[in-house]
């Protein structure tokens, strides 16, 4: 298995643009989640998928954050008008609910 | 409330000491999940153990141990004979039975010298 496939690896984009991270996770992991990290915040959870289904959207820092899951094998995470503070390293994660396994992260500067 | 606490910001040590890195829980659940994870200067989160909370045996994977102690509600992690390769910020995360969500600590970078 080639693991949690995010991508890309790196993105730089102009304030304002719109910025889209993608995710394919692990064949058989029923649960997906996106996180946000920041030196300032650590860890956050951005929000969480069981069954494509979104379960909990409360850490979405605001509206113009959006993800969907339109199938088992995809996600995104959109973010329209990015603005610099949303620079972090952005990782997808998938799970069975015992096992997490994360992808290798996106790396997002807005400038 | 559920949380999880790593007191320790950074530790450094020199090459070949053992060091224990902390992690204290809370929860109300009786049954949970509790993980380390690892993350090394590339970036990358690396699964290292999961226990749960049936299971107070400590573990060992080489120069890795774990002590689960449900009495202290902690999960500790010990590095023995501890090698540069070592240093990498680790997470200790808590999963309770009623939900996927991972509740993560804030993380304690670890700096081995040589």
């Known amino acids: 298995d080639a693991g949690v496939i995010q991508s890309p690896r790196h993105e730089v984009t102009e304030m304002g643009q719109e910025v889209t991270l993608r995710c394919k996770p692990i064949?058989?992991?029923?649960?997906l989640f996106w996180y946000r990290q920041t030196m300032m915040r650590g860890l956050e959870l951005l929000i969480y998928?069981?069954?494509?289904?979104?379960?909990?959207d409360s850490g979405m820092p605001e509206d113009r954050f959006s993800a969907k899951m339109p199938n088992a094998s995809f996600s995104t995470l959109k973010i329209q008008p990015s603005e610099p503070r949303d620079s972090a390293v952005y990782f997808c994660a998938s799970s069975t609910g015992l096992i997490y396994t994360f992808g290798s992260g996106t790396r997002l500067t807005v400038v | 409330a559920q949380k999880v606490t790593q007191a320790q910001t950074e530790i450094s040590v020199v090459e070949k000491e053992d060091v224990t890195l902390d992690c204290v829980y809370e929860t109300r659940d009786t049954t949970y999940y509790l993980f380390w994870y690892k993350q090394p200067p590339s970036g990358e989160l690396v699964f290292l153990i999961r226990?749960?909370?049936?299971d107070e045996q400590n573990e060992i994977s080489g120069r890795y141990s774990w002590n689960f102690q449900k009495s202290t509600s902690s999960f500790n992690f010990t590095i023995t004979a501890s090698q540069v390769v070592d240093s990498a910020v680790y997470f200790c995360a808590l999963r309770q039975d009623s939900n996927y969500q991972l509740i993560w600590g804030a993380g304690t970078k670890l700096i081995i010298k040589p």
């Open positions: 998928f069981n069954n494509n289904v979104p379960i909990d």
């Open positions: 064949s058989g992991h029923n649960s």
């Open positions: 226990r749960n909370s049936f």
